[in-house]
T-cell receptor
Framework: SAVISQKPSRDICQRGTSLTIQCQVD?????MFWYRQQPGQSLTLIAT?????????ESGFVIDKFPISRPNLTFSTLTVSNMSPEDSSIYLC??????????FGSGTRLTVV | EDQVTQSPEALRLQEGESSSLNCSYT??????LFWYRQDPGKGPEFLFT???AGEEKEKERLKATLTKKESFLHITAPKPEDSATYLC????????????FGRGTSLIVHP
């Protein structure tokens, strides 16, 4: 199955700043998914990123706050913009691997102070 | 709307004390049910995919089973290294690629 390298693994950021999270996959994939996981909560899908088209955002998430790039079939970035303490979460990227199983990156633990 | 409910929210076991985690689901046609293990601050690690009622899969001390309404993750003689959060997710048939996740069961195994 696919292997995803995600970075940074963690960061502490000042409110009002932005952080860009990167995910590199070791094989070409059509779709990449970005999730947020707040403490004690389930995974919430932010958006689906397809190469060559605009990302599709879920209800409650907007492009101005979470711009996504997908320049090729192995790479994607998610930016968390104008951060506030409420953005403190684990952010995860994911792809569909073999046998319908979803593979996840190692996660980015973001703390906004 | 697809729903996944996991119970209990938290479970504490003594080493060697077997138990089961429950995942109840409602979905408009099941394409697959997934179990993941997640360690603190890390991404979920894939364990099993189950496709149809009656299916079972095993990996070391873990065994996953599936009925039409729920799935169980049985942990036999757990060890402290089995401590983690276990997530269940379902994907509906019909073309959607988006799985629905439960909130997870936090398992702590004491030595």
């Amino acid at each position: 199955s696919a292997v995803i390298s995600q970075k940074p693994s963690r960061d502490i950021c000042q409110r009002g700043t932005s952080l860009t999270i990167q995910c590199q996959v070791d094989s070409q994939v059509t779709m990449m998914f970005w999730y947020r996981q707040q403490p004690g909560q389930s995974l919430t899908l932010i958006a689906t990123a397809n190469q060559g088209s605009e990302a599709t955002y879920e209800s409650g998430f907007v492009i101005d706050k979470f711009p996504i790039s997908r320049p090729n079939l192995t790479f994607s970035t998610l930016t968390v913009s104008n951060m506030s303490p409420e953005d403190s979460s684990i952010y995860l990227c994911s792809v569909i691997g073999t046998g319908d199983a979803y593979t996840f990156g190692s996660g980015t633990r973001l703390t906004v102070v | 709307e697809d729903q996944v409910t996991q119970s209990p929210e938290a479970l504490r076991l003594q080493e060697g004390e077997s138990s089961s985690l429950n995942c109840s689901y409602t979905v408009s046609g099941l394409r697959g049910l997934f179990w993941y293990r997640q360690d603190p601050g890390k991404g979920p690690e894939f364990l099993f995919t189950l496709y149809s009622a009656g299916e079972e899969k095993e990996k070391e001390r873990l065994k996953a089973t599936l009925t039409k309404k729920e799935s169980f993750l049985h942990i036999t003689a757990p060890k402290p290294e089995d401590s983690a959060t276990y997530l269940c997710a379902v994907r509906a048939s019909g073309g959607s690629y988006i799985p629905t996740f439960g909130r997870g069961t936090s398992l702590i195994v004491h030595p």
